[in-house]
């Protein structure tokens, strides 16, 4: 069945909803860059200019341009930093920036900053090391960087360690315990994990943090629906399409709920209606194509079946794993 699963990444300059494929959904956040200190900043114009400079490469996802930039941003820090700890000195790499998000101010060290920033525009690149490389620097640098930490999580979690992904959510509420996208995470970590229970508790606590979201209704719905509560889950994808109503995944989401019920008619629309508005979700290729199966609509069936395929190796296999099981449940039935 479809199971719209997305994670989300906290990004500090760019906003990124999210983006879609269903790893990376992200939550539109805006943080604002404030310089404070000493008046270094005035003094080296260059260093913010290059700052922002790699800032514009990154919106114009020209990533390795702005890691350029950002790798001379952190060789200048850190060459300035050890000339001035010579003099025992305060060093600008040791400065702070207010970075603002969700009414929130928090005070980082401009290091930090950077390779929180460079850490953004690896993951953008696809060098989940590097990104997670980078995101380590910065928590190990700013240890209140929550933020940081929900980066760092997603990177593990794309680059396969779920666990580590979990840890660092974990430490990102510890720091902030209204952080609404580190519950998400959490939540969608847990139920990637089978551990629905704690998958709900997550998901519903980001919802009473931030209740606009709709891909924490449609992950805790399908948390709901893995339990057996089909109409809470039911419930939370009707939710998620009232907030978004060019959902594809709370379309197809809302038509399984109605295969369940074998109510094929409605159960068809919303799987249509889910491709009209995504046409590469393959989980409604593979759903459309059971509920055709199911019907005895054969031919058509394996026209969805063969669409999945292109979109999602393997989904044609686990197609047919269920529908053997459908078979020998209803040859059972009816003895």
């Known amino acids: 069945m479809c199971k719209a699963v997305y994670f989300e990444m906290s990004r500090r300059f760019a906003l990124r909803a999210t983006n879609s494929n269903n790893l990376?959904?992200?939550?539109?956040?805006?943080?604002?860059?404030?310089?404070?200190?000493?008046?270094?900043?005035?003094?080296?114009?260059?260093?913010?200019?290059?700052?922002?400079?790699?800032?514009?490469?990154?919106?114009?996802?020209?990533?390795?341009?702005?890691?350029?930039?950002?790798?001379?941003?952190?060789?200048?820090?850190?060459?300035?930093?050890?000339?001035?700890?010579?003099?025992?000195?305060?060093?600008?790499?040791?400065?702070?920036?207010?970075?603002?998000?969700?009414?929130?101010?928090?005070?980082?060290?401009?290091?930090?900053?950077?390779?929180?920033?460079?850490?953004?525009a690896c993951f953008a690149k696809g060098s989940m090391q590097d990104a997670i490389r980078d995101f380590e620097s910065a928590t190990a640098i700013a240890p209140n960087f929550d933020e940081a930490f929900v980066n760092l999580g997603v990177a593990r979690q794309a680059a396969g360690d779920l666990q580590g992904a979990i840890e660092a959510y974990k430490k990102a509420i510890l720091?902030?315990?209204?952080?609404?996208?580190?519950?998400?995470?959490?939540?969608?970590?847990?139920?990637?994990?089978?551990?629905?229970?704690?998958?709900?508790?997550?998901?519903?606590?980001?919802?009473?943090?931030?209740?606009?979201?709709?891909?924490?209704?449609?992950?805790?719905?399908?948390?709901?629906?893995?339990?057996?509560?089909?109409?809470?889950?039911?419930?939370?994808?009707?939710?998620?399409l009232k907030l978004n109503n060019k959902s594809a995944g709370a379309n197809c989401n809302l038509g399984v709920i109605y295969f369940i019920r074998r109510d094929y008619t409605t159960a068809a629309s919303y799987f249509n209606r889910a491709i009209n508005l995504d046409a590469k979700l393959h989980s409604a290729y593979l759903n459309r194509g059971m509920l055709r199966y199911a019907q005895g609509n054969q031919a058509e069936a394996d026209k969805d079946f063969d669409k999945c395929e292109t979109l999602d190796s393997g989904c044609k296999q686990q197609a047919m794993g269920k529908m053997k099981k459908w078979s020998e449940y209803n040859l059972a039935s009816k003895k």
């Open 24 to 120: 990376k959904s992200i939550l539109p956040i805006l943080l604002i860059f404030t310089l404070i200190g000493s008046g270094w900043a005035q003094k080296n114009l260059s260093f913010d200019e290059t700052y922002h400079q790699a800032l514009k490469k990154y919106h114009n996802n020209n990533y390795d341009g702005a890691i350029a930039d950002f790798d001379k941003l952190i060789a200048t820090y850190l060459q300035t930093r050890s000339s001035q700890h010579r003099f025992n000195g305060a060093s600008p790499a040791d400065e702070t920036i207010a970075i603002s998000y969700d009414n929130v101010v928090v005070l980082v060290p401009r290091t930090a900053a950077i390779y929180s920033a460079r850490g953004l």
């Open 175 to 240: 720091i902030r315990p209204v952080n609404a996208v580190a519950f998400y995470n959490l939540g969608t970590a847990y139920y990637l994990q089978k551990e629905y229970d704690l998958a709900l508790e997550n998901l519903t606590k980001s919802i009473e943090l931030y209740p606009q979201k709709e891909t924490a209704f449609l992950n805790r719905g399908n948390a709901w629906l893995e339990k057996g509560y089909n109409d809470k889950a039911f419930d939370d994808y009707q939710t998620a």
